[in-house]
């Protein structure tokens, strides 16, 4: 008796934690993860609101600006051409780095002979191949659709792979015994066992993805957030640069809520199967 006593203890320690976070409102999550926000915004602007610094104004300047140049039309018309860019880039990314990723993982021998090159490729900065790419293939926005999805490629396919060798081997026996075709083997077997993977990829892909957005598009650009700030920064125009630097930042905040609300639904059922 007395070591069932002690053994249940644990399980109702959980059912209690469960119990209390699921009865915790809204209002207070909501709390709980902004509170730092808000601590930094208040901060932010008291010490800055005396800030006698040309290149460190205030935060009220700031935030004026960028409500001038939202309601003018200017920020939005290059946020919607560079979000425009990021979201092709990263499908493409996205795209490739799925089929790929699955190739590899289930072929040992080529992945083992295009490690190398993976490993060569993903190791070089991002940002500096971005004026190489632009230069060789012009100024259009197609280069920088190519260079955020080069840059966002390799987490997506280094992920994928981790996740086909992921695969039970008992699962892959079961498959070969019963001679299912190979498209219903990686669509059925495969591609589930390495969505969690897949998605992990994608989320570390993101952040990459905004930040080559931006430097793509400041060189030899008329359009975009990134242009925008480096046209502030080359004018002089300070507080420009600083609300195009902090809209930047509050779309990547808004991009990772969303994409963490997306995966929470995409893997509900592997969220389920590791709460039991």
Known sequence: MAETAVSTRPDNARRRTRTVRTGTSPAARLLERSWLIAVVF?????LSARSTNFFV???QEIL??????????VIPDGAAYSLTNLAAGLLLAVAVGIVLGLILGEANRLRQVV??????????????????????FGMGQGPKIYTIAFACMWPVLLNTID????????????????????????????????????????RVALPIGITVMVVSELFAATRGLGFYILNSSATFQVPETWAG??????????LSVAFV???????RWYIKSGAK
């Open 64 to 73: 004026a600006v960028l409500a001038r140049d939202l309601s003018s039309g």
């Open 163 to 202: 996740g086909v060798l992921g695969v039970e081997p008992t699962v892959r026996r079961f498959a070969k015994v019963y001679r299912i075709p190979p498209g219903l083997y990686f669509r059925r077997v495969v591609l589930p066992a390495a969505l969690p993977q897949i998605v992990a990829g994608v």
């Open 115 to 136: 490690d190398p090159v993976i490993h060569f490729f993903r190791s070089v900065p991002q940002a500096a191949l971005v004026p190489l790419i632009i230069g060789a």
């Open 261 to 267: 609300l997306c995966e929470r639904r995409i893997l």
């Open 57 to 59: 104004p205030s935060l």
């Open 42 to 46: 208040i901060l932010w602007w008291v």
């Open 245 to 254: 630097a902090l809209f930047v930042g509050v779309i990547g905040y808004i």
